[in-house]
């Protein structure tokens, strides 16, 4: 990360992790733009113009890219139209926030709409391409990068995708989403560490639950802790009392019980546990990412759960300014969009020009965001430092820190 003498340049006008940082690159730092001292009223002058999608046409040669006045281009694919538009408008707005903190006048950031679909994600990627972008930001969800992947591989250009679609991953195509495998595995050594050995779950049956259920399998089994019980329920159920009545019946032995919903879904299944039998005050509740959210513990059956989650300080002040630039409070998946475009916007700086290899991507060291330490792997996965999170009626609290360094992580 970078030194001292550069965060006293900084003054701290930015919160620490909201720039990012390539250990190798540390002298990057001083050079970083930063925003004014102050609250600012209004959002940043525009410096990026959306593209609309463009009609899908079969895969041709792409031309050679236009060369743009020594810019680097890099193109930011996001859902502006569509269901997700008011999303995909917030994580655009995030990636200003980076390109007018980090970058300069060298990176010239391209926007393009993929409607939400995997068909208009592709035609956006072409586009892109087209235009001569060296890297993708994006896109956002599983298909639309399914979709984008080999239009990207094909030029050899390399995606830094939002999704949590484990399969998507590799051949260029880098996950930046937040994985559920790792919050769980996280989550699981620190209760085996605290006393645990018994673990059950209760998990929708849904694509999430089923990765969550097969990430505290391998979880427990690292830990030669012992699964007790597995039970799914049908998310779309009007009411889950029999499923957890006949859950709690058969977890008696249990130390601590995985929950991987969120919302109000998790609300209404939390208080259904001790009403059936399951004592929080015995059995230790424990989350994903989901639960990484205001008002959880407003249900009193929660107070006191555990969660791993990347360390929330950064963020704090991250949800600050961009309040202050927006006029309204940034979705949780802002952040995401934040450190890809200030990932590109460092790596757009190499010490021999721009540099989106495999090997600056997947340095080893890793980098520091707003969601604090994260390195790529080669398999195109994202690791992360996280932290472990206890609810609190009044929010959150870290009762174990995440690490600073990937040393740590690693010994």
Request: net charge negative; glycine share 10%; proline share 10%.
């Amino acid at each position: 990360m970078f030194g001292r003498s550069c965060r006293r340049v900084l003054g701290w006008r930015l919160a620490a992790a909201a720039l990012l940082f390539l250990s190798a690159l540390a002298l990057q730092a001083c050079k970083t733009s930063t925003i004014p001292p102050g609250q600012p009223q209004a959002k940043p002058a525009p410096s990026v113009a959306v593209h609309p999608p463009a009609p899908v046409a079969p895969a041709v040669p792409l031309p050679a890219p236009p060369e743009g006045a020594g810019k680097t281009r890099v193109a930011l694919l996001l859902p502006l139209s569509g269901p997700n538009a008011e999303l995909g408008s917030a994580m655009l707005d995030a990636a200003q926030m980076a390109l007018f903190d980090v970058a300069d006048n060298a990176l010239e950031l391209m926007p393009h709409d993929t409607q939400g679909t995997a068909q208009g994600a592709a035609a956006a990627a072409q586009a892109a391409l087209g235009d001569g972008a060296k890297l993708i930001i994006g896109p956002l969800l599983a298909a639309e990068v399914e979709a984008v992947k080999p239009v990207a591989q094909g030029a050899n250009v390399p995606v830094l995708a939002f999704s949590t679609s484990t399969q998507l991953a590799g051949g260029g195509t880098y996950l930046m989403g937040f994985l559920p495998q790792q919050e769980i595995t996280r989550v699981i050594a620190y209760a085996h560490a605290k006393g645990a050995n018994n673990f059950s779950v209760l998990a929708p049956r849904t694509p999430y639950g089923e990765v969550a259920v097969s990430a505290l399998r391998g979880a427990v089994a690292a830990q030669n802790a012992t699964l007790v019980r597995i039970d799914f329920y049908d998310p779309g159920a009007p009411d889950l009392t029999p499923a957890v009545k006949s859950f709690a019946a058969q977890v008696q032995n249990t130390d601590a019980v995985l929950l991987p919903e969120g919302g109000a879904r998790l609300k209404g299944l939390a208080p259904l546990l001790p009403y059936n039998g399951i004592d929080p005050a015995k059995v230790h509740f424990l989350g994903t990412g989901l639960w990484d959210e205001p008002g959880l513990g407003s249900e009193p059956a929660l107070d006191g759960g555990w969660y791993a989650a990347p360390p929330p300080a950064n963020r704090a002040d991250f949800e600050k300014r961009f309040g202050d630039l927006y006029h309204h409070p940034p979705p949780r998946l802002a952040t995401l969009a934040y450190d890809a475009t200030a990932l590109a916007a460092v790596l757009a700086h190499g010490q021999n020009g721009p540099d989106f290899s495999a090997g600056a991507l997947t340095n080893p060291s890793g980098f520091a965001g707003v969601d604090g330490i994260f390195r790529l792997r080669p398999d195109g996965l994202i690791e992360r430092g996280l932290a472990v999170l206890e609810v609190e009626h009044d929010g959150s609290k870290v009762i174990d820190p995440a690490p600073q360094t990937f040393q740590a992580v690693t010994q």
